[in-house]
């Protein structure tokens, strides 16, 4: 009779702690992040050092003070600000081949703005990135569009690449109405600061 009991109660122990570890399972699957939000890795400018510089290439003035009021947000409120990235302005037009980010605005026809590698490294690196601003399109649109397109192209710029979770990496946002509020991800964060 003791012998029944004791394996009755080793065999509901067992029932009770497979229950438990599948309810963790279940838990972390449904809180995990998608797997489309590990998009970071391609190790874009500055090589993983601590200060990153940027300075606008704009000859149209009022266009370099248009765009400098959203650069400015994201590079010192977010960038620099939310995470340890540090982050620098050079004077516009007195950018160097050692400046890891050079923008401006440009008549990009059907797009809202890109990214692109100026310089690769032997090791496959992208060390300093080239941000243009679609004028036309752009100006159109309330302050949100501006802080998510920036925080988007500056993104890729630091190694995120399109991707659909919410933060200002989405890439199928409508320019009108961008997800969120154009601003950093958790996620994102994590990131940047485990890379710079």
Not at 147 to 171: K, T
Request: charged content about 20%; overall charge negative.
């Amino acid at each position: 009779m003791s012998d029944s009991k004791h394996q009755h109660g080793w065999r509901r122990g067992r029932l009770v702690a497979a229950w438990a570890t599948l309810m963790t399972m279940v838990a972390l699957l449904f809180t995990a992040q998608p797997a489309e939000a590990d998009w970071f890795g391609l190790l874009k400018v500055d090589e993983g050092g601590q200060n990153v510089t940027f300075a606008s290439d704009e000859d149209n003035l009022d266009h370099r003070l248009y765009w400098n009021h959203f650069v400015h947000f994201e590079q010192y409120d977010q960038y620099g600000a939310r995470t340890d990235l540090s982050v620098s302005e050079l004077t516009s037009g007195a950018w160097t081949n050692n400046t890891d980010i050079v923008w401006f605005a440009a008549s990009l026809p059907g797009i809202n703005g890109d990214e692109s590698c100026r310089v690769v490294l032997s090791s496959g690196v992208c060390d300093r990135a080239r941000i243009r601003f679609d004028e036309t399109m752009t100006r159109a649109v309330p302050d949100r569009m501006g802080w998510f397109l920036v925080c988007h192209e500056f993104g890729h710029a630091y190694g995120f690449e399109d991707y659909g979770n919410g933060d200002c990496m989405a890439g199928s946002a409508n320019p009108q109405s961008p997800p969120a509020d154009g601003t950093l991800s958790g996620h994102m964060i994590d990131h940047i600061n485990a890379y710079y």
